[in-house]
């Protein structure tokens, strides 16, 4: 969605008298329900009416000017996009554009990609160039009209105020291409002669700026291949057994359902360990190989980035394709063959929040959405790890949501092998019933020698034998249940040590995306080897596996008459507060989840630990095989 469109001649007709950054506000509003902050404002009053004076000047006045336009599937917006015919091939012609309006600017420290700006000593800025180059690629990568034309789009930063090239000079050292050229105010001409280059004078723009509005969104050919070769290239993503039962019985649906012309629904279950999201990774560079138009979306902010990471370490382009459940509400219905749904438990009731746009906010449900926007729909979920308030991704959920749309009834895949917790079915098992997710109640640890149970007596205890199994080699984190306050860090960029236990205290892990001190973002608490020193929660946990687990039972889960009860007033996340739309049976089903979460992380061995006495003597005698005292 482009918030303004006018040819190049009308928006120096508008620029003239005025109104122009008041009709962009307007439609913002109208759009987005926001009002625009007087920055944007005063960015749109300042950089457009010298935007069109350039097109007019360059005697481009028929080519069409799309002002804040929507990149889709993302929160991102291009200051301006020309859309017009090419002079020399006659195909169509995007070019990209950044305004800025730095008059100085210097490369910050010794990273190129970053750059400080007049009146910002201490906040670097991404080089414009790095900007509009993202922008660029990104365009082309999903626009499918845009698929197999390399060349029909460009980019250009433009730093009109700019009138010196010394107050700039450090920029030029950052390397340049078509999808990212630098422009001053200084050399305006140049500037000019490289739209001229770009855009046919002679042409109306408009229906080249409608083909790319109305163009459906998918992944181009060309990043389909880049995400299978870096996808399958890693062992990481090899199947086993059932793994690869379940790979082949997707695929062969979705070819099935191509040839057919018609729409399917397939839902895989499977416990902690059991290998969803091992599947998902494989089955995204599979139907990437084939051609397929295929993307991967999940609801947790920590577990997209870190596969973000992962899957895209050698090519960041194939970051794009990892998405979050919520960035679906503008899809055409069917627009790509495939959607893979990972921690589909995690799914929301609707897409909207704070930030969504006002025409949005219909009340659509987003099950609606993701079945909607793919031929095939692939949820990969296990319904005891539905946490928080609002949730609802269960096979029931989808079930009843495909009987009310008329669609068929869902595929529904159950992985029975277990691969996470060391292989032990048993363990897995044996936290279920702990804590009542399963039939029979708790009952003593048994043992399995591929996977071991221990209780600490003191969070130090915990602590250092976790710090023991670190220095033999193995990964080891430490993570809560939400019963201590979670405070922001201190000015001096400190951590505050909120879980208190006795003399032991640690801080939560990070809540943002940037580190603090030596302490990672959240979504890298997992795995990275600096995460060990803080406490994470089920938000961090969730998704991720380490080789030791140890977990500390919050006073809102303690053992009462031979059984785990929990207590309400004893938890301190946010997500519980209301009682009005989480009741108590409620509270108690997903406290339950969350440690059934927090338990099964280990591969080789968890160590619980509880600070309430009654709790920890009757863990002792779970573990040690002896229920009689507990």
Request: hydrophobic share 40%.
């Amino acid at each position: 969605m482009t918030l303004f469109r006018h040819s190049a001649v009308g928006i120096a007709d508008l620029t003239t008298d005025g109104t122009l950054a008041a009709r962009i506000a307007e439609q913002m509003r109208y759009h987005t329900g926001r009002r625009a902050a007087p920055a944007e404002l005063r960015s749109w009053e300042r950089s457009l009416p010298v935007l069109a004076q350039d097109l007019i000047q360059a005697g481009l006045g028929n080519v069409e000017v799309l002002i804040e336009h929507h990149l889709p599937l993302t929160s991102k917006r291009a200051d301006v996009v020309l859309a017009g015919r090419h002079p020399k091939t006659g195909g169509s012609s995007y070019v990209v554009i950044e305004l800025k309006q730095w008059s100085r600017a210097a490369a910050w420290q010794d990273d190129r990609e970053l750059v400080l700006i007049e009146g910002y000593p201490n906040s670097p800025r991404l080089h414009p160039v790095a900007q509009v180059r993202g922008y660029c690629d990104y365009l082309a990568d999903f626009t499918r009209s845009l698929d197999g034309q390399p060349d029909a789009v460009a980019g250009a930063a433009y730093l009109h105020n700019a009138t010196a090239e010394s107050a700039v000079h450090d920029l030029y050292e950052y390397p340049q291409d078509l999808r990212g050229r630098l422009f001053i105010g200084a050399r305006r001409s140049e500037f000019t002669d490289f739209l001229r280059e770009r855009l046919d004078p002679s042409v109306p723009g408009s229906p080249y700026a409608d083909q790319l509005i109305g163009s459906a969104v998918a992944p181009s050919k060309q990043l389909l291949a880049v995400a299978a070769d870096e996808v399958q290239r890693r062992e990481q993503f090899v199947l086993l057994a059932e793994q690869k039962l379940a790979h082949s019985l997707v695929v062969h649906e979705v070819e099935r359902i191509r040839r057919a012309d018609q729409k399917s629904i397939i839902i895989v279950t499977g416990g902690p360990g059991s290998g969803k999201s091992v599947i998902a990774l494989s089955l995204f560079g599979e139907l990437s190989r084939r051609g397929r138009t295929v993307l991967h979306a999940t609801g947790s902010r920590s577990f997209t980035l870190t596969l973000r990471k992962v899957a895209g370490a050698r090519q960041p382009r194939v970051q794009r394709m990892f998405k979050y459940f919520n960035q679906f509400m503008d899809a055409e219905a069917n627009e790509l063959d495939v959607l893979i749904l990972d921690e589909a438990h995690r799914i929301r009731e609707t897409s909207v929040d704070r930030y969504t746009p006002a025409q949005f906010r219909t009340g659509r449900p987003q099950i609606e959405e993701l079945v909607a926007a793919a031929r095939v729909p692939v949820f990969f979920l296990d319904e005891n790890q539905v946490v928080k308030p609002g949730e609802l991704g269960t096979v029931a959920d989808i079930q009843r949501y495909a009987a009310s749309a008329g669609l068929p009834t869902p595929i529904h895949i159950s992985l029975d092998g277990q691969f996470r917790c060391g292989g032990s079915e048993e363990y897995v098992r044996w936290v279920l019933q702990l804590l009542e997710l399963d039939d029979g109640g708790p009952v003593p640890w048994t043992g399995d020698p591929s996977f071991e149970v221990q209780i600490a007596d003191t969070p130090e205890a915990m602590e250092a034998t976790l710090k023991a199994k670190m220095a033999e080699g193995y990964g080891a984190r430490i993570a809560a249940g939400y019963c201590w306050p979670w405070s922001d860090p201190r000015p001096d960029k400190t951590l505050v040590p909120d879980v208190q236990i006795g003399d032991w205290c640690r801080p939560w892990n990070v809540k943002g995306d940037r580190k603090v001190g030596e302490a990672p973002p959240a979504a890298l608490w997992a795995s990275d080897p600096n995460g060990f020193d803080q406490v994470g929660c089920v938000y961090t946990a969730q998704g991720f596996e380490y080789d030791w687990s140890g977990v500390i039972l919050g006073p809102d889960l303690v053992w009462r008459n031979g059984r785990f009860t929990t207590i309400r007033d004893a938890n301190k996340d946010p997500a519980f507060r209301n009682r009005k739309t989480t009741d108590d049976p409620t509270f108690d089903r997903l406290v339950r989840n969350t440690y059934k979460v927090l338990l099964t992380r280990g591969m080789v061995g968890t160590i619980l630990y509880s600070p309430d006495p009654e709790t920890r003597d009757a863990l002792h005698q779970l573990a040690s095989g002896d229920l009689t005292r507990a």
